[in-house]
């Protein structure tokens, strides 16, 4: 039950990932400060993914450093402080919800009363305390979903990386999520989430929005907003795409 120290929750130095044929990634330098709700915001394909895979160490890097609490990202050192919720929720069917978060809690080596505390604590977080017995298999998928965040969040990792953790989610969800969020920021936790739906950037502590891997932003929601002299994340993102092609054509 670490939570951020001090420094840094990430440090990106000169990052460059090539993937297939593609650079997705051309020298990305980037620092996600402590404690804080960051959001990774940028249209399909614009190398969030790939960027989140970088920070929990699972992605082959071409050049670069990328250190995560202070160790190299993926060392043996972090491992069990970064909890990663990919796409595709990765939960056993054929257990219960209860079942799938006491597996990953033994994973990281709660036993006994701990792990009965940690998952009720949990179930209570994703609200999925009343289909705590029921199978995942009968469960809807933002129901599936909250189980896979579940089981990323009985551990508490002091780092939590959640690629796009709402989609698909009906709006309350959402912002139950978001505000369960916001909750573990405060309390010291640093999560790392991505989106491409606009709007929940004014739910976020900072922004960072990607464009073909590049950086095109890295602000306060209230920072972007100013910088483009617009009232909403989507047309400060295309005021921004236009204001780069216009410097790139010069
Ligand atoms: N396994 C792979 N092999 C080759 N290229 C890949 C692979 N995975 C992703 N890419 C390419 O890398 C680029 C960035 O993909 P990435 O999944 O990181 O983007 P993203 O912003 O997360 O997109 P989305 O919002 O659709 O999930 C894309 O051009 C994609 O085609």
Known sequence: MTKTEGGPAVVIRGLNVVRGKRRVLPDLSLVVPPGQVVG???PSGS???????AI???QIIESGTVTVLGHAAGSPAVRDRVGYVTQDPSVYLD???RENIAYFGRAVGLRGGDLRSAVDRTLVEVDLVSHADDLVRDLSGGQESRVSLACALVARPTLLVLDEPTVGLDPVLRRDLWNLFGDLATQGY???VSSHVM???TRCDRLVLLREGR???DVTPAELLAMTGTTDADTAF???VEATDERDVR
């Not at 190398?47 to 895979?53: F, H, N, S, V, Y």
């Open 56 to 58: 929990v160490g699972v």
């Open 95 to 97: 257990l219960t919800i």
């Open 47 to 53: 190398g969030k993914t790939t960027l989140m895979r």
């Open 238 to 240: 295309l005021a921004l």
């Open 40 to 42: 990774l915001l940028g």
């Open 190 to 192: 640093s999560l790392i």
């Open 199 to 201: 709007d929940e950037a």
């Open 215 to 217: 950086v095109l932003a």
